[in-house]
């Protein structure tokens, strides 16, 4: 029989050293990713409860302010710092402070795309105040949705359409060539 020298097991334990706690982050980033709240552009109807206990928390809301859009900018999704559309206003809020500009005194959208770092909005008000907001997902949701209510509180004619898929009974024509 070979005797084995105690220095053959140093790679061994060195890459099982390293590896076991690498497939802990591992498992535990996919766990908080698969079981934890969710990301992207949420509206009234589908807030998450940390969410909400938040916005409340640090009291964003005034009496009878409806949310319209909400989108979590953090990767934690703790809510410290978030773009938030009411039915009123837009709120930028971070680490306590809030930039906020009255949808009645918006002046200007412009929106650029990129396709790795998603949607920039840059509102700015009639006093020259701006918001800049960067959401990577699902931005046009939230574009639409502040556009729409925008239009709505100034008056500009009809809302802004905001695409919903058919739903099972709608009726879908095709398109006729009049020519």
């Known amino acids: ?20 706690p690498l497939a802990l982050v591992i498992l535990i980033f996919l766990g908080l990713a698969f079981y934890g709240p ?11 409860d ?14 009878g302010e409806q949310i319209v859009a909400y989108y979590d900018v953090t990767i934690r999704l703790n809510g410290s710092e978030a773009a938030i559309l009411t039915d009123s206003r837009l709120i930028y809020h971070v680490s306590g402070r809030n930039t906020i500009i009255n949808l009645a005194d918006i002046n200007t959208i412009d929106v650029s795309e990129d396709e790795f770092f998603g949607h920039t909005i840059q509102v700015t008000s009639t006093d020259g105040d701006t918001i800049v907001i960067e959401i990577m997902i699902e931005g ?34 095709s398109p006729t060539n009049h020519g």
Not at 1 to 20: E, F, N, R, T, V
Not at 50 to 63: H, K, P
Not at 147 to 165: C, E, H, K, L, T
């Open 1 to 20: 029989m070979s005797k084995q020298k105690s220095s053959d097991w140093i790679p061994l334990a060195i890459s099982l050293g390293c590896s076991i």
């Open 38 to 48: 969710e990301g992207g552009v949420r509206f009234a109807n589908n807030m998450e």
């Open 50 to 63: 940390y969410a909400l206990e938040y916005i409340e928390d640090q009291n964003l809301l005034q009496t």
């Open 140 to 173: 046009d949701l939230f574009i639409n949705a502040l556009r729409s209510q925008v239009d709505a509180i100034q008056g500009n004619g009809a809302q802004v359409p905001v695409y919903r898929p058919p739903l099972k009974g709608d009726r879908i024509s």
